[in-house]
Each structure stands twice: as C-alpha cells, then as structure tokens.
C-alpha cells in the first residue's frame, strides 16, 4: 500500500517523479552546457595566460571547432550504447545513476591542467552523458499510461528544467572564469552535477515503478541485438545495403581519416540494426511508424547543424567581432548563450499554449509540422547574423542587438521542435525499443553537432557571411519540402495522434458529465 501511494502522489497535477528526473537533469545539463560554453574559448585562448581567465590550449580555430564537432557529436552518439546497456543490462533507472558518478568523476578530472586530464575527462564526460541522456528522458515516458493526456505537458516542464540548468551554468560560469579562471568553471560544472546525483539517490522513492531492468526473460519485449544481426547475415536486401554502407566506410577511412571511417562504420552498425528492427516488426502499421520516426530525425540532424553554431561559430564571432560594452560593462562572452535558455523560459508556456489552441480548434497542431516549422524560424535566426556579417564588414564591428535577435529565432524554433520530438518518440516507438529510439534520437542529435563543427570549421575558408546566408538558404528550404510532405507523412503515422485528442475529448466531456 505504501508503494502504490507513492507512485501515485502527484504534485501540481503532475508525478512526483516527474520533479525528481526535472532536477537531476538541470543540474546534469548545467554542468554540460557551462562547459559547452567554455570549450571552444579555452582551447583558442592563448597558452600565455594574457588575462584573468588563464592560459589555454592555443590551438586554431579549425582546430577548436574541429575538436567541439567531434566531442558534441559523441556525447550524444554514446547515447546509443547507452540506450543499449539500459535495455539489456541495468535498466534505465541504474544507468542514468551510474552516468551521473561518471559525469561527476569526468569534471572533476577537467579541474586539472594537464593535457591529458582535458582529454580523458571529455572521454568520461562522453561516457556519462551517453548513459545518462537517453534513460532520463525514456523515464520521463514512463512516468505516464498510454493515452494519458499530461505527458506532453510533462516533457514541456522536464525540458524546462533543461534550460534553467542551461541559464544558470552561461549565467554564473562566465563570471567564475573571469574571476578564477578556466579551471575553476570547469570545477564549478563538477560540483552542480554532484548536487544532480544526490537529488536523484534520495527521490528513488518516487521512482520505483519505472526504469527498471525487465528480467523475466521470457518476455515478448526481451530484446536480442545478437540475434537481429545474426538475422541479417539471411535478408539480402538488408545485406547488400549494410555490406555497401561498409565499402562506403573504408573509402572514408582512407580520404579521410580513421576517425571519420570509425564514424562511418559506427553509422553502418546502427543502420543495419534499424532495418532488421524494421523488418521484425510484426505490423503495417507499427513498420509505418517506425519509418516516419526516422525520417524525422533528418529534421533532428538539419536543425541541431544549424542551431549549435551557438557553442561553436556564434560563440567565437561574439567574443572577438561583436561589440559586447553595455553601459561601460563588457559583457563576458559566455553569457550570451544564456539567451536561449533565458528564451526558452520566458516562451516555453506562451508556445504550448499556443500549439494547444490551433489543435482545440482543429487546425494543423501536429508534431511533423512543428517540427518542420521549427526548422524555418531557427533558419531566419540568420538572417540577423547575415546582418550582423555585413556590419562588421562595413565597421569592423556589429552590434549585440542580432546576436539577440538571432538567439531569439533560434529558441522559438527549438521550442517547435526539440520537446515535441521527445514525446514524439515515446509516441512512435516500439515499446520494446524506446531506450533505444531515444539513443537514435539523440545520436541524430551528436550527428547534427558533428554537421555544426564542419559547418564552423569552413568560414575560415568562405567567411562568415557565406555560411550564415547559406544556412538561412538551406533550413528554410528543408523546412519548406517537409511541409509539402506533410499530408503523407501524416497518413503513415495512422492517427497516433488524433487518438490522443480523441482521449483528451472524452476525458473532457467526462469531466462536464461529472459537474453537472
């Protein structure tokens, strides 16, 4: 009886565990976005220590934003075997504990100077966010029974909890380093996932009905990713596609190098074991909504190429081609990323809402077009650093006004898309696959990264105001086909979500019963 009424205690309409998994994850994200926002600056600053900040590493810009590509790609790709342990090993409730000690162990190994301290913490740090990312959010599903009508409200509070740990790290860390230098913003991401981890060890107690590994193995959701390879090596089709994908990854290997062959290989694995995961579902209808699934995520991986020049590209031309004095105060570099999130806070409700009364009124509400829209407006955000290009050009300078602007672009479109295809997964997906949806979805998200960093990387060979006009060009056209395709992408989801307004109205009409 205990149990049961814990798990049922609910806080502003909403579970009790739902505010546990909403803190852990701001205090995760705070650590992993205030040392976002320092990566790039550190690396470029100069290994001298010309200011309060410290010596850096002293690398080149390509090099910095190379590295950044590589590393933001990885944290999110390491969320497929993340996704995998949780599935077949630990649950996902024991695998985000145990990415949040490894998430404390890698800041705190980035406190120390030495070289190889910077490489092995961003290793753990890689490790910890892959176990920690996906689960998390697959719990938050899991806190709600199908058709219940509260888990998109869920995931719009879970991702605001996202975004305060995001304002509360650009906000603060700025100002650590430019007191106490580097190190000390890195120890700083250290000690808030350490108060991340100790909310989550005491609110276990509201989680003990989800998160938990399955361990009946007879189980129909009893998942074998041995077997769905052993099964490929007999579908030719799938076959021949993987065995080309693997010719296609040598050829890369050596034009380009073994990192992006190691890439390309890792991509192959995890397409081979989407098409058998496909051609094992047992209906039409389930093999329509996994397809649809996955073609959303080419939006994922359009709009994060997109939005994270912030931490990248944005964040270098704000620090040293955009003037940052705000009545004789030179605002720290670092805090200008706090605008998404301060956005996101500021806007999160005023969006929802608004999504919630075209669907009210039977317009077109539904997440492929949010999703799709999303991308547009994040893609006009450049067009004021298209303006912001051509002033400096003009004066040498530009002012902060498009980076405000732009940033504002750029949240409006991620509240179209990012928490709309976090329950969109959990709508989509076999149940016996959604922590390994989740990792896909989020690896699509790494890969988006990876597409930012190579983005970067070219304006030191085309500039600034190419890359930015050729991203506005090229989101809004992206955007626009999705749109098109709207109609038949619609019919292959086959009303998943016109059941769950359909839910919502007959609660509705329950509830007027019930007054009168």
């Known amino acids: 009886m205990k149990d049961s009424a814990i798990k049922q205690k609910e806080l502003f309409g909403q579970p009790i565990g739902l505010y546990i998994l909403f803190l852990t994850e701001m205090w995760e994200r705070f650590s992993y976005y205030g040392m976002r926002a320092l990566l790039v600056l550190y690396m470029t600053a100069s290994t001298l220590g ?30 497929i075997p993340g996704g995998m342990i949780a599935d077949k090993l630990l649950g996902q409730k024991k695998s985000v504990l145990l990415g949040a000690i490894i998430l404390c162990l890698g800041h705190g190994v980035l406190v120390m100077t030495d070289t190889w301290a910077f490489y092995t913490g961003l290793g753990l740090v890689i490790a910890g966010v892959g176990l920690l990312k996906p689960n998390i959010s697959s719990m938050v599903g899991g806190l709600y029974k199908e058709g219940d009508i509260r888990r998109d409200k869920g995931f719009s509070v879970f991702y605001i909890g996202i975004n305060l740990g995001s304002l509360l790290a650009t906000m603060i860390v700025g100002l650590v380093v430019a007191e106490w230098g580097w190190h000390a913003g890195f120890g700083l991401a250290g000690i808030v996932m350490v108060l991340g981890l100790i909310n989550y060890i005491y609110g276990q107690k509201y989680l003990t009905h989800v998160g938990n590994l399955n361990v009946d193995k007879e189980d129909e959701n009893e998942i074998s990713y041995g077997q769905l390879y052993g099964k490929l090596l007999k579908s030719s089709k799938q076959l021949i ?64 190429g997109a939005f994270e020049q912030a931490g990248g590209l944005m964040n270098l031309y704000t620090d040293t081609k955009t003037d940052r004095d705000l009545f004789g105060w030179k605002v720290p570099t670092v805090m200008f990323q706090s605008l998404n ?97 989740m990792g896909v979805y989020f690896a699509a998200t790494g890969l988006g990264n990876k597409v930012a960093g190579i983005i970067g990387e070219s ?58």
């Open 50 to 79: 010309e200011d309060a900040r410290g010596a850096g590493l002293g690398w080149t810009e390509k090099e910095a934003l190379a590295l950044y590509g590589w590393y933001t790609m990885l944290v999110y790709v390491a969320s």
């Open 241 to 304: 596609i993987t065995l080309l994908l693997i010719v296609a990854s040598a050829i890369g290997w050596f034009n380009l190098g073994w990192g992006y062959g190691l890439l390309f290989l890792t991509l192959t694995a995890i397409t081979a074991l989407l098409m058998m995961i496909y051609k094992e579902l047992e209906t039409q209808v389930f093999k329509d909504r996994f397809l649809v699934l996955l073609l959303s995520f080419i939006m994922v991986i359009i709009f994060w």
């Open 341 to 437: 999130a301060g956005f996101i806070i500021l806007f999160a409700t005023a969006v929802a809402s608004f999504w919630a009364k075209r669907k009210l009124k039977s317009k077109e509400a539904s997440s492929l077009f949010k999703m799709a829209l999303g991308i547009i407006i994040m893609g006009f955000g450049f067009l004021f650093m298209v303006f912001a290009a051509m002033e400096f050009e003009k004066s040498g300078s530009s002012s902060m006004i498009w980076l405000v602007l732009a940033y504002l672009f750029h949240t409006l479109g991620e509240l179209c898309i990012s928490p709309v295809a976090l329950s969109f997964i959990t709508k989509l997906a076999p149940v016996k696959y959604a922590s390994l949806m």
């Open 459 to 516: 304006a030191s060979d085309f500039g600034e105001l190419t890359i930015f006009s050729g991203i506005l060009i090229f989101t809004v056209l992206i955007g626009g086909l999705f749109i098109l395709m709207l109609k038949p992408l619609k019919r292959l989801t086959h009303g998943v979500e016109e059941k769950e307004r359909d839910l919502k109205n007959e609660e509705a009409e329950g509830f007027e019963l019930a007054d009168n």
